[in-house]
Protein backbone atom coordinates (compact mmCIF):
# COMPACT_ATOMS: atom_id res chain seq x y z
CA UNK A 1 0.00 0.00 0.00
CA UNK A 2 2.95 2.47 1.28
CA UNK A 3 4.46 1.37 -2.27
CA UNK A 4 1.22 2.55 -4.37
CA UNK A 5 1.23 5.38 -2.67
CA UNK A 6 4.47 6.63 -3.07
CA UNK A 7 3.99 5.75 -6.74
CA UNK A 8 1.10 7.76 -7.16
CA UNK A 9 2.64 10.50 -5.66
CA UNK A 10 5.73 10.73 -7.43
CA UNK A 11 3.54 10.82 -10.60
CA UNK A 12 1.58 13.82 -9.43
CA UNK A 13 4.68 15.40 -8.84
CA UNK A 14 6.35 14.65 -12.52
CA UNK A 15 3.03 16.29 -13.54
CA UNK A 16 3.16 19.24 -11.43
CA UNK A 17 6.47 19.83 -12.82
CA UNK A 18 5.67 19.10 -16.47
CA UNK A 19 2.60 21.51 -16.09
CA UNK A 20 4.94 24.37 -14.38
CA UNK A 21 7.83 23.95 -17.14
CA UNK A 22 4.71 24.40 -19.68
CA UNK A 23 3.54 27.01 -18.09
CA UNK A 24 6.88 28.55 -17.69
CA UNK A 25 7.95 27.95 -21.42
CA UNK A 26 4.11 29.24 -22.74
CA UNK A 27 3.88 32.35 -20.76
CA UNK A 28 5.79 34.52 -22.90
CA UNK A 29 3.87 32.81 -26.11
CA UNK A 30 0.81 34.37 -24.32
CA UNK A 31 1.83 37.56 -23.42
CA UNK A 32 2.78 38.13 -26.57
CA UNK A 33 -0.70 37.48 -27.88
CA UNK A 34 -1.78 39.04 -24.94
CA UNK A 35 -0.44 42.39 -25.88
CA UNK A 36 -1.58 42.28 -29.22
CA UNK A 37 -4.84 43.62 -28.07
CA UNK A 38 -3.57 46.59 -25.11
CA UNK A 39 -2.89 50.39 -26.56
CA UNK A 40 0.09 51.50 -26.46
CA UNK A 41 -0.08 53.80 -23.28
CA UNK A 42 -0.87 49.93 -21.63
CA UNK A 43 1.76 48.30 -23.09
CA UNK A 44 4.06 48.64 -19.66
CA UNK A 45 1.74 47.93 -17.27
CA UNK A 46 1.29 43.85 -16.10
CA UNK A 47 -2.41 43.87 -15.11
CA UNK A 48 -4.54 41.16 -17.03
CA UNK A 49 -7.18 43.50 -16.90
CA UNK A 50 -7.27 46.32 -19.67
CA UNK A 51 -9.79 47.61 -22.22
CA UNK A 52 -8.76 45.45 -25.45
CA UNK A 53 -8.73 46.92 -29.13
CA UNK A 54 -8.05 45.67 -32.61
CA UNK A 55 -6.25 48.58 -33.38
CA UNK A 56 -3.15 46.63 -33.46
CA UNK A 57 -4.35 44.29 -36.24
CA UNK A 58 -5.87 46.67 -38.13
CA UNK A 59 -2.84 48.73 -38.60
CA UNK A 60 -0.78 45.46 -39.59
CA UNK A 61 -3.17 43.83 -41.37
CA UNK A 62 -5.27 46.36 -43.59
CA UNK A 63 -3.49 49.34 -43.31
CA UNK A 64 -0.18 48.03 -44.58
CA UNK A 65 1.41 45.71 -46.79
CA UNK A 66 2.28 43.28 -44.60
CA UNK A 67 0.52 40.46 -46.25
CA UNK A 68 2.53 40.64 -49.26
CA UNK A 69 5.60 40.20 -47.25
CA UNK A 70 3.66 37.40 -45.64
CA UNK A 71 3.49 35.74 -48.92
CA UNK A 72 6.83 36.98 -50.34
CA UNK A 73 8.19 34.84 -47.02
CA UNK A 74 6.47 31.86 -48.22
CA UNK A 75 7.34 31.75 -51.32
CA UNK A 76 11.33 32.34 -50.66
CA UNK A 77 10.98 29.80 -47.68
CA UNK A 78 9.13 27.11 -49.29
CA UNK A 79 11.30 27.31 -52.00
CA UNK A 80 14.81 27.53 -50.52
CA UNK A 81 13.21 23.89 -48.86
CA UNK A 82 11.94 22.41 -52.13
CA UNK A 83 15.91 23.30 -53.85
CA UNK A 84 17.40 22.29 -50.90
CA UNK A 85 15.48 19.04 -51.00
CA UNK A 86 15.68 18.03 -54.46
CA UNK A 87 19.29 18.64 -54.50
CA UNK A 88 20.42 17.68 -50.82
CA UNK A 89 18.59 14.66 -50.62
CA UNK A 90 21.09 12.95 -53.33
CA UNK A 91 23.92 14.62 -52.17
CA UNK A 92 23.62 13.04 -48.09
CA UNK A 93 22.75 9.84 -50.09
CA UNK A 94 26.02 9.81 -51.68
CA UNK A 95 28.37 10.83 -48.62
CA UNK A 96 26.40 7.89 -47.02
CA UNK A 97 26.95 5.56 -49.46
CA UNK A 98 30.23 6.33 -51.51
CA UNK A 99 33.51 6.28 -50.39
CA UNK A 100 35.92 8.93 -52.77
CA UNK A 101 38.53 11.13 -51.73
CA UNK A 102 38.16 13.75 -48.83
CA UNK A 103 34.66 12.45 -48.46
CA UNK A 104 34.53 14.36 -44.89
CA UNK A 105 36.32 16.80 -45.65
CA UNK A 106 34.03 17.85 -47.82
CA UNK A 107 31.00 17.03 -45.68
CA UNK A 108 32.82 19.32 -43.04
CA UNK A 109 32.80 22.27 -45.73
CA UNK A 110 29.56 22.12 -46.29
CA UNK A 111 28.46 21.62 -42.89
CA UNK A 112 30.46 25.02 -42.16
CA UNK A 113 28.25 27.15 -44.27
CA UNK A 114 25.64 26.76 -41.92
CA UNK A 115 27.93 28.35 -39.30
CA UNK A 116 29.47 30.71 -41.20
CA UNK A 117 28.34 34.50 -39.88
CA UNK A 118 26.34 36.15 -42.67
CA UNK A 119 27.38 39.12 -42.31
CA UNK A 120 30.61 37.56 -43.50
CA UNK A 121 29.95 37.23 -46.68
CA UNK A 122 26.47 39.64 -47.46
CA UNK A 123 28.66 42.45 -48.98
CA UNK A 124 30.14 40.26 -51.61
CA UNK A 125 27.09 38.65 -52.22
CA UNK A 126 25.35 42.22 -52.30
CA UNK A 127 27.76 43.46 -55.14
CA UNK A 128 27.55 39.99 -57.18
CA UNK A 129 23.78 40.72 -56.82
CA UNK A 130 23.82 43.85 -58.46
CA UNK A 131 25.94 42.73 -61.17
CA UNK A 132 23.83 39.74 -62.11
CA UNK A 133 20.49 41.17 -61.67
CA UNK A 134 19.53 38.94 -58.71
CA UNK A 135 18.81 41.60 -56.08
CA UNK A 136 15.80 42.45 -54.61
CA UNK A 137 14.11 39.05 -56.62
CA UNK A 138 12.67 36.03 -55.15
CA UNK A 139 14.99 33.54 -56.98
CA UNK A 140 17.84 35.49 -55.32
CA UNK A 141 16.62 35.04 -52.17
CA UNK A 142 16.35 31.65 -52.64
CA UNK A 143 19.27 30.77 -53.65
CA UNK A 144 21.38 32.47 -50.96
CA UNK A 145 18.81 30.62 -48.58
CA UNK A 146 20.56 27.53 -49.17
CA UNK A 147 23.09 28.82 -47.05
CA UNK A 148 20.69 27.88 -44.30
CA UNK A 149 18.62 25.26 -45.19
CA UNK A 150 20.93 22.85 -47.66
CA UNK A 151 23.97 22.40 -44.85
CA UNK A 152 21.05 21.09 -42.43
CA UNK A 153 19.37 18.98 -44.40
CA UNK A 154 22.19 17.12 -45.97
CA UNK A 155 23.91 16.63 -42.42
CA UNK A 156 20.47 15.17 -41.02
CA UNK A 157 19.53 12.90 -43.75
CA UNK A 158 22.71 11.90 -44.13
CA UNK A 159 22.65 9.78 -40.81
CA UNK A 160 19.43 8.69 -41.62
CA UNK A 161 20.59 6.86 -44.81
CA UNK A 162 23.97 5.83 -42.83
CA UNK A 163 21.01 4.07 -40.36
CA UNK A 164 20.36 2.12 -43.22
CA UNK A 165 21.35 -1.14 -43.92
CA UNK A 166 22.86 -1.34 -47.39
CA UNK A 167 21.84 -4.57 -47.89
CA UNK A 168 18.37 -3.74 -48.30
CA UNK A 169 19.66 -1.88 -51.28
CA UNK A 170 21.40 -5.58 -52.75
CA UNK A 171 18.38 -7.33 -51.80
CA UNK A 172 16.08 -5.33 -54.03
CA UNK A 173 18.42 -4.87 -56.95
CA UNK A 174 19.08 -8.62 -56.86
CA UNK A 175 15.41 -8.73 -57.19
CA UNK A 176 15.30 -7.14 -60.49
CA UNK A 177 14.99 -3.38 -59.26
CA UNK A 178 16.38 -0.21 -60.76
CA UNK A 179 18.77 1.72 -58.07
CA UNK A 180 16.03 4.41 -59.47
CA UNK A 181 13.31 2.26 -58.44
CA UNK A 182 15.34 1.56 -54.75
CA UNK A 183 15.79 4.86 -54.36
CA UNK A 184 12.39 6.38 -54.64
CA UNK A 185 10.47 3.21 -53.87
CA UNK A 186 12.05 1.66 -50.59
CA UNK A 187 14.84 4.63 -48.85
CA UNK A 188 12.87 7.62 -49.53
CA UNK A 189 9.71 5.73 -47.39
CA UNK A 190 12.03 4.74 -44.74
CA UNK A 191 13.57 8.30 -44.53
CA UNK A 192 10.23 9.64 -44.84
CA UNK A 193 10.35 10.80 -40.81
CA UNK A 194 13.72 12.26 -40.89
CA UNK A 195 13.20 14.26 -44.05
CA UNK A 196 9.89 15.70 -42.98
CA UNK A 197 11.74 16.86 -39.74
CA UNK A 198 14.95 18.26 -41.38
CA UNK A 199 12.50 20.09 -44.04
CA UNK A 200 11.23 21.53 -41.07
CA UNK A 201 13.92 22.93 -39.44
CA UNK A 202 15.33 24.49 -42.49
CA UNK A 203 11.63 26.13 -43.52
CA UNK A 204 12.15 27.70 -39.81
CA UNK A 205 15.52 28.74 -39.89
CA UNK A 206 14.81 29.84 -43.67
CA UNK A 207 11.26 31.69 -42.32
CA UNK A 208 13.43 33.92 -39.64
CA UNK A 209 15.71 34.43 -41.59
CA UNK A 210 16.99 38.40 -41.48
CA UNK A 211 20.04 39.24 -42.62
CA UNK A 212 19.82 37.99 -46.02
CA UNK A 213 16.23 39.39 -46.82
CA UNK A 214 17.50 42.97 -44.92
CA UNK A 215 20.48 43.60 -47.54
CA UNK A 216 19.81 41.31 -50.83
CA UNK A 217 16.17 43.09 -51.16
CA UNK A 218 14.47 45.90 -51.19
CA UNK A 219 10.96 47.16 -52.41
CA UNK A 220 9.75 44.14 -54.67
CA UNK A 221 10.57 41.49 -52.09
CA UNK A 222 9.76 41.62 -48.21
CA UNK A 223 9.23 39.29 -45.86
CA UNK A 224 7.94 39.50 -42.48
CA UNK A 225 11.36 39.69 -40.28
CA UNK A 226 12.12 42.23 -42.09
CA UNK A 227 8.12 44.19 -42.05
CA UNK A 228 8.45 44.40 -37.96
CA UNK A 229 11.08 46.73 -38.80
CA UNK A 230 8.15 49.68 -39.83
CA UNK A 231 6.42 49.68 -36.12
CA UNK A 232 9.41 51.31 -34.87
CA UNK A 233 8.50 54.74 -35.10
CA UNK A 234 11.06 57.66 -34.49
CA UNK A 235 9.68 58.92 -31.52
CA UNK A 236 8.11 55.47 -29.75
CA UNK A 237 8.19 51.75 -30.40
CA UNK A 238 4.62 50.07 -31.30
CA UNK A 239 5.13 46.73 -29.19
CA UNK A 240 1.32 45.96 -29.83
CA UNK A 241 1.91 45.96 -34.10
CA UNK A 242 5.20 44.16 -33.12
CA UNK A 243 3.17 41.56 -31.16
CA UNK A 244 0.38 41.39 -34.10
CA UNK A 245 3.37 40.97 -36.72
CA UNK A 246 5.57 38.35 -34.72
CA UNK A 247 2.00 36.07 -33.57
CA UNK A 248 1.01 36.00 -37.65
CA UNK A 249 4.43 34.65 -38.88
CA UNK A 250 4.95 32.05 -36.47
CA UNK A 251 1.35 30.73 -37.21
CA UNK A 252 2.70 29.18 -40.56
CA UNK A 253 5.70 27.52 -38.28
CA UNK A 254 3.11 25.97 -35.85
CA UNK A 255 0.51 24.81 -38.50
CA UNK A 256 3.27 23.21 -40.54
CA UNK A 257 4.45 21.02 -37.11
CA UNK A 258 0.77 20.07 -35.92
CA UNK A 259 0.15 18.94 -39.17
CA UNK A 260 3.67 16.73 -39.57
CA UNK A 261 3.61 15.78 -35.64
CA UNK A 262 3.44 12.16 -36.38
CA UNK A 263 6.55 12.29 -38.72
CA UNK A 264 8.44 14.65 -36.80
CA UNK A 265 8.40 13.38 -33.54
CA UNK A 266 9.28 9.70 -35.12
CA UNK A 267 12.22 11.77 -37.12
CA UNK A 268 13.62 13.42 -34.46
CA UNK A 269 13.76 10.04 -32.57
CA UNK A 270 14.52 7.62 -35.15
CA UNK A 271 18.36 6.38 -34.47
CA UNK A 272 18.79 7.71 -31.15
CA UNK A 273 18.23 4.18 -29.55
CA UNK A 274 20.27 0.88 -31.80
CA UNK A 275 20.06 -2.46 -30.20
Do not use: C
Not at 211 to 220: C, D, I, R
Not at 254 to 275: C, E, N, P, T
Amino acid sequence: MNTKKLSLLTEIGRNAILALWAIFALFPLFWMVLITFKHDAEMYTTTFIFTPTLENYKAVLINTNYFKAFFDNIIVSGGAVLVSVLVGVPAAYALARYNFKKKEDLAFQILSFKFAPEILVILPLFMIYQKIRLFDTHIGLIWVYQLITMPLLIWVVRGYFEDINVEIEHAAQLDGYSWYHVFLKILLPLIKPGLVAAALLSFIFAWNSFTFPLLLSAFKVETVTVSVLKYLASDTVHYGQMAVAASVSALPEVILALIIQKHLVRGLSFGAVKG
